[in-house]
């Protein structure tokens, strides 16, 4: 995006209302300016990622290797050095795109020192060492306004929370946590005006939690895809966390067709369409969980989610072979009927679809 | 007109004295997915599910109690699977999306057809005589339609029976080289993608397929290069494999350069990383080569991406 471009975007949003909007003009183009300076492509993004995952697995080598971890202390002391040089690099004031690439490693690197520092004090008790894990990242999501900072931030406290829910109440807690990082998703992005309205602090956040949450979410339909096929124990059950996510679809979808659906008999009909082709999806959630993600990313026009949506359907799709929970039989029955309830859509909506 | 982007509204809602409900109607007159993008989407949707649904249900049907479906019932289940499709594919009056959808299906249920037959009449063929029965079958297919989704699903079938052959036949096949020639491959397949109007072609294809593409090819060239480096441990596997692959990614900066693919340079930027890191990590001992190789992925990330960076401001600049 170009200045010039930001000053037409401008010019056509003010424009379009009936009233004169007030404009703080110099601190908009200085935080834009600041952004255009600062914030890289997907690519740069995902190599600056890739890169603090790379120098803490190389730094994490050497602590090792070098015997470091014998003092849980010095890791201690060393991670929180390098959480804070972390920050101080990020900030904004500092401001510069070389400085944030290496706050995003230092991060990275530090984060698991300060973590194992202290498991090490905590004989690693699972459950403390998640809930600190859980707290050093709101901390650092509270500290950071660096948006691939709090990206790694909301990943890893919803990990955290994952892994919690998991280790406190097994496969219940793990679809309790996803079908509430799931609803929390939907709240996120049905209220982007809001949020972003809400506080600055909010605003600096938005973008970070956006991208974050769909990756949470699928974190979670990861595990309902892993029907553990090897084991020998009876697999439990795999519905949970569909009694939120089907409705939460519904909702999605009832919202989009109040606004392209005028007709109230005709939207009524539609839904339960909806319903009728979710419905099968109740005793496989990892696949609902990306048709939720991909509704609302496409309508948020989050391209990058979308993708990722897709590609996570695809994988559903293919480790429901593996669900010991019904036979094969019933697995292709289901999705044999799906795909006719899905093509029968297609057959019915087709000229409304493609009006020329 | 372009719509209006993001940045602006966050912008505005920060800086200006829009209110929530401004905003709301901003973002969705400008941002949001509009009458069209939903269509579109929908359409696809429902055929692209609606079609997989269907394969998959037929597929894990096949699967299901095999042994008490009788030879020819397996044979012609089978063939049904296939045929039917790709003869609905042929109706004039059905959308060119949906008759693509079709054949593109009718194509992911040949393999299992070569299976069925390979099971039935135990030909003792290996995995790869299926996959390239598969891939030799369907390329009429592929070539004609000329549609992305099919031209991906063909491109995994060759990457697989190249590394089954190399797994059942070609033993002495090094793994690395092995790697290199799928990166070749793949790189071909990108180049032809990407530069397809250059050939001859009416429209480029869609983004994403050189974008899948591209960065599978130089993953390839990794690990071949990181495999090289830690099975060997000779010096002389720089010359022979690190410094050519360096090389062609030399030669392949000059040409995203020009096409201006910022997300291709990451790629190869993160595969350049990786592969110093593992010349490090095997070259410098003990504990100092940990260090050394965390300090180069830092600096590295960090220098990719001032140079990245430099070039979006000025491709930016151009576009203005």
């Known amino acids: 995006m170009t200045k010039h471009k930001l000053s037409e975007d401008v010019r056509t949003l003010t424009d379009a209302l009936p009233r004169k909007v007030n404009i703080d003009r110099d601190a908009l183009l200085a935080d834009f300016e600041h952004d255009e300076a600062h914030e890289g492509t997907l690519g740069m993004k995902v190599l600056s990622i890739a890169g603090a995952f790379l120098a803490t697995i190389f730094f994490m080598g050497f602590v090792v290797v070098g015997g470091l971890y014998d003092s849980p202390v010095a890791m201690g002391v060393l991670g929180a050095l390098m959480l804070t040089v972390g920050w101080f690099l990020a900030r904004r004031e500092v401001g510069s795109l070389v400085a944030f690439a290496f706050a995003v490693s230092v991060t990275g690197v530090g984060f698991p020192l300060v973590l194992f520092g202290f498991g090490e004090i905590i004989q690693y008790n699972e459950v403390i060492l998640a809930t600190l894990g859980l707290l050093l990242s709101l901390i650092l999501f509270a500290v950071h306004r660096h948006k691939v900072i709090n990206f790694l931030t909301v990943v890893t406290a919803g990990g955290c929370l994952l892994f919690l829910g998991y280790d406190v109440l097994n496969s219940l807690g793990i679809h309790l946590a996803t079908a509430a990082f799931a609803a929390g998703t939907v709240l996120w992005y049905e209220g982007e005006a809001l949020l972003l309205k809400s506080s600055v602090f909010v605003n600096d956040r938005y973008e970070a939690v956006r991208a974050a949450l769909p990756v949470v979410v699928l974190t979670g339909a990861y595990y309902f895809s892993y029907y553990r096929w090897y084991s020998d124990e009876l697999p439990p059950p795999n519905w949970y966390a569909s009694v939120v996510l089907i409705p939460l679809t519904g909702w999605v979808s009832w919202r989009l067709l109040e606004r392209y659906v005028p007709d109230r008999a005709e939207r009524g009909l539609y839904a339960a369409g909806v319903l009728t082709l979710l419905l099968p999806t109740f005793f496989a959630p990892a696949i609902c969980a990306p048709i939720l993600l991909l509704l609302l990313t496409w309508k948020v026009g989050y391209r990058t989610g979308s993708g990722l949506s897709v590609i996570a359907l695809i994988y559903a799709v293919s480790r429901y072979y593996y669900d010991l929970n019904l036979t094969l039989l019933h697995k292709s029955v289901v999705l044999m009927v799906s795909g006719v309830l899905f093509l029968i859509a297609y057959a019915l909506l087709r000229k409304k679809l493609d009006p020329k | ?320």
């Not at chain 2, 929530?20 to 509009?34: G, P």
């Not at chain 2, 793994?175 to 050939?199: H, K, Q, S, W």
């Not at chain 2, 994403?208 to 290069?225: D, G, H, K, Q």
């Open chain 2, 1 to 320: 007109m372009p719509k209006i982007e993001r940045p602006a509204i966050r912008l505005l809602a920060r800086h200006s004295d829009l209110d929530a409900e401004d905003l709301n109607v901003a973002l969705h007159r400008e941002v949001y997915a509009d009458v069209r993008d939903w269509r579109w989407l929908v359409r696809v949707l429902l055929l692209s599910l609606g079609l997989g649904f269907l394969a998959s249900g037929i597929l894990f049907f096949f699967a299901f109690n095999w042994q008490d479906i009788p030879k020819f019932g397996k044979i012609a289940l089978a063939a049904v699977a296939v045929s039917v499709p790709a003869i609905l594919a042929a109706i004039p009056w059905l959308s060119e999306l949906t008759r693509k959808g079709l054949l593109t299906t009718a194509a992911f249920l040949v393999g299992p057809l070569f299976g069925v037959l390979g099971q039935i009449y135990q030909t003792g063929a290996n995995a790869y005589d299926l996959f390239l029965g598969w891939v030799v079958f369907i390329l009429v297919w592929v070539v004609a339609m000329d549609f992305a989704p099919l031209w991906l699903l063909w491109l995994v079938l060759v990457n697989t029976t190249i590394t089954l052959y190399a797994e059942q036949v070609a033993f002495d096949w090094p793994f690395d080289l092995l790697l290199f020639g799928l990166c070749a491959l793949n790189l071909t397949a990108a180049g032809g993608f990407a530069f397809a109007r250059r050939f001859g072609r009416g429209e480029t294809y869609p983004k994403w397929l050189p974008r899948v593409v591209f960065p599978s090819a130089i993953v390839c060239s990794t690990i071949a290069c990181v495999w090289a480096i830690t099975e060997s441990g000779h010096t002389g596997i720089f010359l022979t494999r690190v410094l050519p692959t360096l090389l062609l990614y030399a030669g392949l900066v000059g040409i995203c350069l020009q096409r201006k693919s910022l997300f291709a340079l990451a790629s190869i930027a993160l595969s350049v990383m990786v592969i110093v890191s593992a010349l490090l990590v095997v070259n410098v001992d003990d504990e100092g080569g940990f260090f050394l190789t965390t300090l180069w992925v830092m600096a590295a990330t960090a220098g990719s991406i001032v140079g990245l960076n430099h070039y979006r401001k000025i491709w930016r600049h151009d576009e203005a």
